[in-house]
């Protein structure tokens, strides 16, 4: 069993008595009726929340759950220990997503996945959602050691939380509730501007690759060049390889665009390397198979900071011909107009894998420029797609440190460490 203190050391700090949540609110869960039994699952229509609706609270900005993915039957709750909870009452999922909490907005059962508290006279469901969302990163800390990533319930029948008076809670919920919502359109402005930038940066190297395009005429890679290589598929260990061991790439190596030399699997060390597939700085890499059309026949240069990778069997590697360079090839394979051609490729095929065939590669056209005038497009594209990652990073940065304010803020509120009666009228 977890000790109070190291779930939640903040507790510590707390102006207010801390008690066991379930002396104030009654502690329940929820079932998942027999699936062995098809009339249980026939004329559904209590809502049942499963780990499936936890996406609706992922950003924590979503306060009230009213609608489910799935149903259950009067049948199925009556033959089952799943509870009909009544509205009012809040949930916290406890395994696989851990720490997402929302409020039910009408009577509701749950499954197995998910704590439930329903609020006695002396503590406010809305208190209690923000001193939850408070726990959160240390529910989520200490599921991680877990196999399962699961707080078990005589975890969850210790979870304290402050307990200031019914007034007081409802002061603090009051100043939260408009506080973190400024917070949130302000990370929504923030994300919104990281997709723009993208799109900017989207429509401008694709103007560039059009010119070209108009400028000298188009040519199929066929012409451009010598060999395409696909990789191997030995058993690999999913885990860093240090510098010095061998490595074999991911497809998430390629797959952003931009080559990441530390997404790979480490070659076991009884396994001799293949040397036919060492990557070398330089080499031209494009996916050759990935569970998303996006991230399918996407290219990126080889940067591989001295580290042993060798090519995988859903990636390929790319030999230009003499006159064609590598660095203006990846970046015409990454524009709109030549991804606009792999998607017509891939029409129509479905599955855990979507594959680019080589021979498909050689059919996609690129523009016909010369060697002098490749460099030049090279070098524009880059510094237009560098400076668009510079001004991304950044706005995903200010994102990251509005997230930990709005973290930060409502600990210090639950625990007292600030006084909401006097900080309404301030900043964030």
Known sequence: MTVVSDLAPWLVQSRWPTVPIRYVAKLGTGHTPSRQHPEYWEDCTTPWITLADVWQLRDGTRDTITETKEKISRLGLANSA????????????????VGF??????????????????????LLPRYLLHALRAMAPDLRRVAAGSTHKTIYMPDIEQLHIPLPSMEEQQRITDFLDVKTARIDRMILLRQNQVELTGERSTAEIADIITGAAGDFGLVSMRRTVRRIEQGWSPQCEDMEAHPSEWAVLKTSAVSGGRFDAMRHKRLPADLSPNLDYVIHDGDLLMTRGSGSVNNVGVAAIADTGGRRLLLS??????HPDRGWSARFLAAVLRSAPVRGQVSLLLRGQSGQTIKLRGEDIKE?????APINVQEKVADQLTAISDESEFMKSALRRSVQLLAERKQALITAAVTGQIDVATACGGGI
């Open 82 to 97: 799943a509870v009909l909870h009544p509205a009012g009452t809040v949930i916290l999922s406890r395994t696989a997503s």
């Open 101 to 122: 909490s929302a409020i039910m907005g009408h009577d509701m059962a749950t499954s197995q996945d998910f704590a439930t508290w329903t609020c006695g006279p002396k």
């Open 313 to 318: 069997d859903l990636l390929y590697r790319i």
């Open 364 to 368: 996609i056209q690129v523009p016909a």
